[in-house]
């Protein structure tokens, strides 16, 4: 018997200590006592006014004793179904859901190399491709449904061209309240009912705030609406440092977590308990190029910190990996979106998304998706740990083995090695063989399965009466808008 | 008797129980030539596509070898010159200087599953030992390996050292290790080179097939 023993069951990784959580936490505070956001949404300065918090015209300021109040009322745990109705995502403390990113305005056309408009049957391959992948587990629309009838409408359209062709849970963009209204009433309808809905949601609501420190119309009115309605949903910061936040990532920290509590306060105010997500994509704007950077490093360590914080914090977080500024598929996309996307794993944040995203978050690629389908099998395989059970140190083997023997024909082999990694795309093998199968680049292999996944895979398909009662949706949508 | 089941366990790797069905076989009075080709072989090729296709690994693929191996000892006796056809028999060993042997028994181990009566003589083999134990086993085939660019050359010595005895003829001589390459298997006058273990088999008997 032994004592004393500490048992590593994966890897771990953390960027900040405690007290530097508790250094910006406690300025995140100060932030909203001293600063305070702007809001620009008449319905919640209201709210805010009937509550302990300081109005000046647009601007709030919130006391701490609020915020900690709200803190206590926030669900650490969701769970997402997808209309396949498995209870699939579990958005929980150190479980880990990879994704891809929304609303890409371009798509790399891949017969002719030309980067074009993102249409409804981009965002149908995308669904399809992330339905096949096994290293996805949520989806969001990747390319941005524009050739919708009308601009005011297209998310309801994109929600549809997303279930035609994905059966996971989705983290959904919408116009405005009236559009997330939309969606949530598609998603009811596909989950047997708003209760039903509440208890096995399909999608996160993604909102987002306008850093620094300003809260516009339609992102308050879908804030509103999701916690009137329960309804899952994230308040993601996307400050870029030197611009829209200090340049220090600490700073930016404090900024962006400032952003998130306003909103968790709003919530509150509205309808304690609302299940909100953290988020943020931190990162830097690129003084070179004035880009705001999907690839910089600073980008990998600002989220780890991030989702240091959501856990102090008791929250989940929805984090980022897998994108790259690079505007084709190349070797510093792989580059940039495998170092993100390591860091954003090993972290333990709970959604990672923009998985796939080339061009700093303004190009599509189905390729993209394929190849990070085996980046992601690779990190969580390192992700995994080491076991040191006594089977796994192996004694006994070794002894039966002996000096000059060999292990591949051993019955501890035969078990173990389908443990590892599997690679499906990468090319382990010797050179002459390499040579003799036509010389093929990992990206020849990528486009290959690509073109096999899109001819070949079938989505399980939706049922008919439910595709009609969806489009009703959206025709009385567009009749409103037209 | 229905030799498609002796296909079936070897494919599966069960070495007790096709050991079991290949004595069942020879007791049944069934041609032991049959049971080679039209029982084990057929296997051993299925497998082998298998393992080209990508559908099976290392492990599994010698394993059964493994079986395929241990059943050849109960039916090689039984089995004339004509049945074997090429898989003969052959002498492998890594050359001397270099105690590499991972590479060299992983080939072993795929030749013996593909009917050969492999004789390893072993890791840092002088070049008089080869040439020794070509003499006294008298293999069709002869193979060597190296993993180090300072033991590479040695292959070459013993390529000689067989001329020198006059019994060159007698063996088709087959390459590999890592440094080594296709060029390097003509420059030192090898018949035949193999990238890797799992295929040298497949080049070796599409050699001797046209030979």
Not at chain 1, 75 to 90: D, E, M, V, W, Y
Not at chain 1, 181 to 189: F, I, P, Q, S
Not at chain 2, 166 to 194: C, H, K, M, N, S
Request: charged share 25%.
């Amino acid at each position: 018997m032994k004592i004393n023993q500490k048992i590593n069951k994966s890897t771990k990784f953390k960027v900040l200590s405690d007290d530097q959580i508790e250094m910006i936490y406690y300025a995140a505070l100060e932030v909203l006592e001293r600063t305070g956001g702007n809001v620009y949404h008449d319905g919640a300065i209201e709210l805010f006014k009937n509550s302990q918090a300081v109005v000046r015209g647009n601007n709030v300021r919130i006391p701490s004793f609020m915020v900690e109040e709200a803190l206590n009322y926030y669900p650490s745990k969701i769970t997402l179904a997808g209309r396949n109705k498995k209870r699939s995502l579990h958005i929980q403390k150190d479980t880990v859901a990879f994704g891809t990113g929304s609303d890409l305005p371009f798509t790399y056309d891949r017969k002719t190399g030309e980067r074009r408009r993102t249409t409804y049957k981009d965002v149908n391959n995308a669904a399809k491709l992330v339905d096949a992948l096994s290293n996805y587990d949520f989806l969001m629309s990747h390319g941005i449904v524009s050739d919708a009838p009308n601009p005011q409408t297209y998310d309801r359209h994109q929600f549809m061209a997303m279930l035609e062709q994905c059966t996971k849970p989705m983290v959904l963009t919408s116009v405005d309240g009236e559009g997330l209204e939309d969606l949530w009433k598609m998603g009811c309808l596909i989950q047997g009912g708003e209760e039903e809905f509440k208890l096995n949601p399909l999608f996160v609501a993604y909102i987002e705030p306008i850093s620094p420190l300003k809260n516009d119309r339609t992102a308050v009115e879908k804030l509103l609406f999701a916690a009137e309605k329960k309804l899952p949903a994230m308040y993601t910061p996307c400050p870029s440092a030197g611009a829209t936040a200090p340049a220090t990532i600490a700073g930016m920290l404090v900024q962006s977590l400032s952003e998130t509590l306003l909103a968790i306060v709003l919530c509150h105010l509205k309808n304690p308990g609302t299940p909100l997500i953290m988020g943020g994509v931190t990162t830097v704007l690129d003084m070179k190029k004035s880009t705001y950077s999907y690839g910089a490093p600073e980008l990998s360590l600002a989220s780890a910190a991030n989702t240091d914080i959501s856990k102090w914090l008791n929250l989940p977080m929805f984090s980022t990996g897998g994108c790259t500024d690079s505007k084709i598929l190349d070797e510093q996309a792989a580059a940039e979106q495998m170092m993100n996307l390591f860091y954003s794993y090993l972290s333990g944040a709970n959604l990672i998304h923009d998985v796939g995203y080339i061009d700093h978050g303004t190009n599509a690629s189905l390729e993209s998706l394929v190849l990070n389908q085996e980046m992601m099998g690779m990190v969580k395989q390192f992700g995994k740990g080491i076991n040191t059970d006594d089977d796994y140190l192996a004694l006994d083997l070794i002894e039966k083995v002996g000096p000059s023997g060999e292990y591949v024909t051993t019955e501890h082999t035969f078990e173990h090695w389908k443990e590892w990694f599997l690679p499906e795309l990468q090319d382990r093998s010797d050179y002459e063989t390499w040579k003799n199968n036509g010389s093929k680049t990992m990206l020849d292999r990528v486009k290959e399965k690509t073109q096999d996944l899109l001819d070949n895979y079938e989505t399980e398909p939706m049922d008919e009466k439910l595709q009609k009662e969806l489009k009703d949706v959206i025709k009385s949508a567009d009749e409103r808008h037209s | 008797m229905d030799l498609s089941k002796i296909t079936e366990t070897l494919i599966s790797g069960k070495s007790d129980e096709l050991k079991k069905l290949v004595e069942e076989a020879i007791n049944n009075d069934v041609k032991p030539a049959d049971i080679l080709n039209q029982g084990l072989l057929t296997g051993m090729d299925a497998v082998g596509q298998k393992w080209k296709a990508g559908e099976m690994f290392m492990p599994e693929v010698l394993r059964c070898a493994k079986a395929m191996s241990s059943s050849m000892d109960v039916l090689r006796p039984m089995l004339k010159d004509d049945d074997i056809g090429n898989a003969g028999t052959m002498i492998i060993g890594t050359v001397a200087g270099d105690l590499h042997d991972i590479g060299k028994d992983l080939a072993a181990m795929m030749f013996e599953g593909a009917g050969y009566k492999v004789i390893n003589i072993g890791i840092d083999q002088s070049n008089e030992n080869f040439v020794n134990a070509v003499k006294e086993h008298k293999p069709n085939l002869l193979g060597m390996s190296a993993l180090l660019t300072t033991t590479m050359p040695r292959m070459g010595e013993v390529i000689n050292s067989l001329k020198e005895a006059g019994i060159r003829d007698q063996v088709t001589v087959i390459i590999g290790g890592a440094p080594v390459t296709e060029e390097f298997a003509d420059e030192i006058g090898a018949d035949l080179y193999a990238p890797n273990a799992g295929t040298a088999v497949e080049i070796t008997n599409e050699y001797l097939q046209n030979k």
